[in-house]
């Protein structure tokens, strides 16, 4: 079955999120979706599920226009997506088998009062299967890993004549071993005679995984191509509309007296004795695996995560962290994998989120909040950052990821902390996006800041630090400097060895 997508526009206050945008795809293969962030390709993608209403162009399915208002439309048509935010998607109290056929139990199709449990997991333990997961359809949802939670989605979809199957982001929390289990699922929807729609800014997963690419630039289409037919650099250039430049920015480094240290660190679980420390103008990695403790044990550093062992120091003094606000107040600033949920105020104002974390500084008599310097300076910060927003006060919700992830470390900026602590930093975000953020690092350290860089993407790790901490099942299995390894060697100390 042939999918196209002719001349889709759609605008939001103050912004034209695509402009005669076109999208063509096929049942039986995977096609990746890219561009950099704002390029339009979730917006297409939600265009096509039926979650953005108010557009104009037509949509056709082999050959027949189609009419596309609504999700339960796109489903009807055999239309599914599956979102990076996973949890948004699922009921965490329900459980895998009455998730995956959640949109049954909504629909009511038998009609009665009373819910024939033994066939809704008899339905799910079936499709669960025949994908060769291996999950129990009575496990609550709020158990599991997040791979998990993401087959169980796919798993939902399937349940229906699933014809095109949107992936958004699908990779980005995942190991690499759960990465090879998607990949698996995709060959084998794929030979059932699905499409499935890729849209990630992982470009050597795509090339393994895809069959051809679109590129989006600015809300148009810019090129389709066979995967075998093209490169990373060339696809590169496309999103840009330039040459690939050098991401990683050059330093001068120049470190001072040790700004923070620790000693035996462990939460009691995940993070096991972790001793480090980090130098005034200096940039440290923790690199490691999916899974390996790196978010756990920046939650630990930054208060988030009550501390059973061990001492942290700042500026040469004891810290006692009992939650975030100490860390805070003793300046530290954390910016969080999970942007979404934890790094970002997505309801509220460009101008609230880069005023959130200082509060302080814009109070004037009788702690009245002076409105004018606190948009002032967030004018400042947006024109710092680079980020791409209407205005101050648009809605975050309403900008890209890696605009998102440039408010996120934005708002810390203002506060002017001492130690920063960065966790996947660049998930899900394009490469142009991930140069400026870079080179924002890059600046935090010329200007004696000390930074902790936490992240699976190892080349990123070589890139932009000085010195690097292996972490491997919560503990740290090694220390060097950034000038003698390699990506092989961090990948190797990465899985265990010695």
Not at 60 to 75: C, F, H, M, N, W
Not at 326 to 336: K, L, N, R
Not at 364 to 370: A, Q, R, V, W
Request: hydrophobic share 40%.
């Amino acid at each position: 079955m042939n999918l196209q997508m002719n001349n889709i526009s759609i605008e939001f206050p103050g912004v034209k999120a695509l402009n005669d945008a076109y999208f063509e795809a096929e049942t039986g293969t995977a096609h990746a979706l890219i561009g950099a962030n704002g390029a339009g390709k979730s917006t297409l993608m939600k265009v096509l599920s039926g979650v953005y209403t108010h557009h104009s162009g037509q949509v056709y399915l082999d050959g027949k226009e189609v009419t596309i208002r609504s999700p339960r439309d796109a489903q009807k048509l055999g239309i599914q997506i599956v979102y990076q935010e996973v949890d948004t998607a699922l009921v965490p109290n329900l459980t895998v088998g009455e998730n995956i056929v959640l949109n049954d139990l909504a629909a009511n199709k038998e009609k009665s009062f009373f819910m024939n449990w033994k066939n809704v997991h008899s339905k799910a333990t079936e499709v669960l299967r025949s994908l060769q997961v291996h999950l129990s359809s009575k496990t609550l949802v709020s158990e599991l890993t997040l791979a998990e939670k993401q087959m169980v989605l796919i798993a939902r979809a399937v349940t229906t004549d699933c014809k095109f199957l949107i992936l958004d982001e699908p990779t980005a929390p995942l190991s690499l071993s759960e990465t090879r289990e998607l990949f698996r699922i995709v060959r084998e929807l794929k030979q059932k005679d699905v499409g499935v729609i890729f849209i990630s800014h992982r470009l050597p997963e795509l090339f393994e995984i895809c069959d051809s690419i679109t590129v989006m630039r600015n809300g148009a289409y810019v090129i389709k191509e066979a995967i075998a037919d093209t490169s990373t650099k060339k696809v590169v250039e496309h999103m840009l509309g330039e040459k690939l430049e050098e991401q990683f920015p050059e330093r001068q480094a120049q470190f001072g007296e040790v700004m923070f240290r620790t000693k035996g660190l462990s939460d009691g679980g995940k993070v096991k004795a972790v001793t480090l420390d980090v130098r005034e103008g200096e940039i440290i990695g923790v690199a490691g695996l999916v899974g390996a403790g790196k978010t756990e044990l920046c939650k630990l550093l930054f208060g988030a995560t009550p501390k059973k062992t061990g001492e942290m120091m700042l500026k040469g003094k004891s810290l006692t962290l009992s939650n975030p606000t100490d860390a805070v107040e003793s300046g530290i600033a954390f910016v969080p994998e999970e942007r979404r949920k934890e790094g970002v105020l997505v309801e509220e104002t460009v101008v609230t989120n880069l005023s959130a974390s200082s509060m302080n500084h814009f109070l004037k008599i009788f702690s009245f909040l002076d409105f004018k310097k606190e948009r002032a300076k967030a004018e400042e910060m947006i024109n710092v950052l680079g980020v791409k927003t209407p205005s101050t006060e648009t809605l975050v919700k309403n900008l890209s990821g890696g605009n998102q992830q440039k408010i996120a470390i934005g708002k810390w900026l203002i506060s002017d902390a001492d130690l920063y602590i960065f966790d996947e930093p660049t998930k899900g975000i394009d490469v142009g996006a991930k140069k400026d953020i870079f080179n924002l690092i890059a600046g935090l350290a010329e200007r004696g800041k000390s930074v902790i860089y936490a992240s699976c993407e190892l080349s990123e790790v070589i890139g932009i630090t000085d010195r690097i901490y292996v972490i491997y099942d919560g503990q740290i299995s090694k220390e060097l400097a950034t000038t003698t390894t390699n990506e092989e060697e961090l990948l190797y100390l990465s899985t265990g060895g010695d």
